[in-house]
């Protein structure tokens, strides 16, 4: 299968970059790998925070805290609070921290501060300091003297202008504010869980002044709730007292002014509070309807008698209604018995004798005469009842027009007995406001003879046994911990700055080669002498040691076959007998992407291990800018690839023949700054050299300049039946093989895999994923030698 007749458009796309994984989801494994990567540096972090711990510890002077407990207890003053008139039970969380913010008030400060003197404390004002404190004072003043300020203050101007004694007073007062500002940032006072308790403490370093200051802090707050207490009812008090005079004069304006009102409208009223218009209309009512009741009879009475005068003396005589209204002692009784009598005796008379006889006319006569004055006793008694009527009428006419007055005054008093209730009203309450308001007073007189506040002290302050800081077990832990977290900050970086190649996985995975093994690094690292200059003067470095070891590394693959670094270019030889299978020749190139991958180094081992397997191999230097394999060989040549390709020579008569392997090898000799060597390898001159070396080998390996800074192994590419890639083991960036591979992708698609080169065994394990490769590397090492076999077989 000929690797370099893929069509272009047939190859294999790049995978994604390393930004884009495709797995959304948290790699615990990787995670898990990272941390175990990074374990050194998190641990020497955590030791450099466990010293800067015992550093401050060692550095910071111990502090002592005194501790007051502060009880707020309602039950203290319920007596001062069942005659106060303005209770201030605190029943929320606001009053507490309104205690609260009472104790770290200044005002509390600066009391404790003159009781104790504490601006003349050298103590408390110049306490001892921790070094970081120290070192920070030290930037402060450097500062200051830097830029300094001048000595002037808000309201006083230069106080350096000031008389000494001026100047001490202004200082003095200075020392004060600055005693009471500092106290009250340093004061701690806090709420005991739920409860009404508070804790009020100070941490100085000398134990007697945290608890001197403790201590005077509480009885500075209870004294302050007392005098608080004291203050505001004598204060109530004035302002009652005051309040008492006002009010006392506004009540008697008041009264007054119902009197006067009362008087002026004729509003007095009786015993039972009934104004005397509304009793006088009540009686005038009472009246008019007795008067209407007799007014109705008599005018019944006149008006029946009227009806019997007006039908005639029989019947007038004949009515009952007559007999049933006169009583029996009456006039018109007794004519009316007497016409009975006589109308009797006449119808006896008449019935004996018959009715012209002399009685009977004169009874007839008589009853006439009877009958005549009955009907002039009633017309006499019609008209007197016509007269009971009319003076009826007349009375209630009389009392019907006194009512109306009667309602028209009275109307008019109801009317301003509204505007008078209402003074009334205004009266009655300035005068139950003066009463309660003089209770009050009397209250507030008597609360200020009760001295008791509504907090107490339920622990007193102590001297502090031992110190509260630093603590040592938290102080350790805390340095521990920020040390760890800073080691895993650094690792963190590491690993975020990790763009090179570790695993096989990643050549896969990142720029889809195949990935052909590790190359163990070998010997030691180079130094400057590891590299001789170029010209006549390689002939005489070409025996020192470096130069030894150099060529010792370059037979590494003759030297121990057995090792992993000659395994694994086994393994890229059987991929390029896969890949070019059925090929009599095959021209395999090695190139890298940076200088100084090992690229030579690959190149000569692997042609050293075919050679030796018997294969008939031929090992070209092209790379002649910088002819490294060729120096690090050692050979000392006049000709090499140049004139070979440029005169037309064949390898005989330029190459060497290694006499232990067979290893036929082309040098390249450097002839100064020759900037046209892509022309030459890409040439007629060098492509009828490789056609001619093709007759003899089997394998021809070209060692080519790197692919980043020249272009010689683009030029040489359409002579090479495939590349091999060599990427140094954490060196080279992952980003820049892919941006190389995707820029030039004739060159990608005759890589037939790449290795990874100079490979640290001992920190490969800590890449690999769990249950991959190369976690089981110790595993192998019955299979291969180990570090010091091959240094013992090559010298290296």
């Not at 008030?105 to 404390?121: E, F, G, H, I, M």
């Not at 003066?434 to 339920?458: C, D, H, M, N």
């Not at 200059?533 to 470096?546: F, M």
């Not at 690229?599 to 291990?609: E, F, I, P």
Request: glycine letters at 8%; proline letters at 4%; one cysteine or more.
């Amino acid at each position: 299968m000929n690797y370099a007749n893929f069509p272009l458009d047939k190859r294999m796309p790049l995978p994604n970059s390393d930004a884009g994984d495709g797995d959304d989801f948290i790699d615990v494994e990787r995670l898990l790998g990272m941390a175990a990567r990074q374990a050194k540096v998190v641990g020497v972090c955590a030791i450099i925070g466990l010293f800067l711990g015992m550093l401050y510890l060692q550095t910071t002077p111990p502090k002592y805290v005194s501790i007051s407990s502060v009880l707020i207890d309602e039950g203290l003053n319920k007596i001062v609070d069942d005659i106060s008139a303005a209770s201030t039970t605190m029943q929320t969380d606001s009053a507490i921290l309104s205690q609260i913010e009472i104790l770290t008030s200044t005002r509390l400060a600066a009391v404790v501060v003159d009781k104790l003197k504490l601006d003349q404390n050298d103590t408390f004002m110049n306490p001892p300091q921790s070094a970081l404190a120290q070192g920070v004072g030290m930037v402060r003043g450097l500062i200051q003297y830097v830029r300094p300020s001048s000595p002037v203050m808000p309201g006083v101007g230069d106080v350096s202008k000031l008389d000494p004694a001026a100047r001490d007073a202004l200082i003095a007062a200075s020392r004060r504010d600055y005693a009471i500002l500092k106290l009250q940032n340093e004061i701690r006072a806090d709420r005991v869980g739920r409860s009404y308790v508070i804790a009020l403490g100070y941490q100085a370093t000398d134990p007697a002044l945290a608890k001197a200051i403790t201590k005077a802090y509480a009885d500075a707050y209870l004294a302050d709730q007392l005098d608080a207490s004291f203050d505001a009812t004598e204060r109530a008090a004035v302002w009652l007292q005051g309040r008492l005079t006002e009010l006392r004069e506004s009540s008697q304006q008041a009264s007054l002014a119902v009197e006067k009102f009362r008087a002026e409208h004729g509003l007095s009223a009786n015993s039972d509070g009934q104004l005397m218009s509304d009793k006088q209309l009540a009686d005038l009512n009472a009246q008019l309807i007795v008067a209407q009741a007799d007014t109705a009879r008599a005018s019944a009475r006149y008006q029946q008698y009227k009806s019997i005068v007006d039908s005639g003396s029989e019947n007038a005589f004949k009515d009952a209604a007559i007999s049933s209204d006169q009583p029996s002692s009456s006039v018109i009784a007794a004519l009316k018995t007497r016409y009975l009598a006589v109308s009797k005796r006449q119808q006896d008379v008449e019935a004996n004798f018959g009715p012209q006889h002399p009685q009977a006319v004169a009874l007839a006569k008589e009853k006439a005469d009877i009958s005549a004055q009955i009907f002039g006793e009633l017309k006499q008694l019609t008209e007197s009842y016509r007269n009971e009527y009319e003076v009826a009428l007349a009375r209630e006419t009389a009392l019907r027009a006194n009512v109306a007055a009667a309602q028209g005054k009275s109307s008019i008093d109801n009317q301003s007995q509204v505007q008078l209730r209402d003074l009334d009203q205004k009266a009655t309450a300035l005068s139950t406001l003066y009463q309660t308001f003089l209770g009050r007073y009397e209250e507030a007189a008597q609360q200020q003879s009760f001295p008791v506040g509504k907090i107490r002290i339920i622990s007193d302050a102590s001297t502090p046994l031992a110190a509260s800081s630093p603590r040592t077990i938290i102080v350790l832990g805390l340095s521990l911990v920020l040390g760890v977290l800073m080691g895993v900050g650094f690792g963190g970086l590491n690993e975020f700055n990790e763009r090179f190649f570790r695993t096989g996985e990643e050549v896969r995975d990142r720029v889809g080669l195949k990935f052909l093994g590790y190359l163990p690094t070998i010997g030691s690292k180079p130094t400057k002498d590891d590299k001789p200059s170029e010209g006549p003067a390689d002939a005489k470095v070409a025996k020192t040691p470096a130069a030894i070891e150099r060529r010792a590394r370059m037979r590494v693959s003759i030297d121990a076959p057995a090792s992993m670094f000659s395994e694994t270019l086994r393994s890229a030889k059987i991929a390029f007998d896969v890949v070019m299978e059925g090929q009599g020749s095959r021209v395999i190139g090695v190139i890298s992407v940076l200088p100084g991958e090992g690229k030579s180094t690959v190149a000569a081992n692997l042609a050293g291990l075919l050679a030796a397997n018997g294969a008939r191999t031929l090992l070209i230097d092209g790379d002649m800018r910088n002819p490294g394999l060729s120096r690090s060989l050692g050979m000392e040549a006049e000709q090499g690839l140049m004139e070979a390709v440029v005169g037309g020579q064949t390898w005989q008569s330029v190459g060497k023949i290694d006499r232990q392997t067979k290893l036929a090898i082309i040098p390249a000799v450097s002839r100064g700054h020759f900037s046209h060597t892509s022309e030459l390898l890409s040439s007629a001159g060098m492509r009828r050299f490789i056609e001619n070396a093709k007759e003899t080998f089997e394998y021809i390996v070209v060692d080519l300049p790197p692919l980043g800074p020249v272009v010689d192994a683009k030029a040489f590419a359409p002579l090479v039946d495939g590349f091999v890639l060599v990427t140094e083991w954490g060196r080279t960036p992952r980003a820049m093989v892919r941006s190389m591979l995707e820029s030039e992708p004739y060159v990608a698609n005759k890589i037939v895999g790449a290795v990874l080169n100079k490979v640290d065994l001992k920190k490969l394990a800590k890449y690999g994923s769990f249950g991959a490769s190369e976690k089981f590397f110790d595993k192998y090492s019955s299979y291969y030698l180990d570090k010091s076999e091959v240094r013992a077989k090559t010298g290296v």
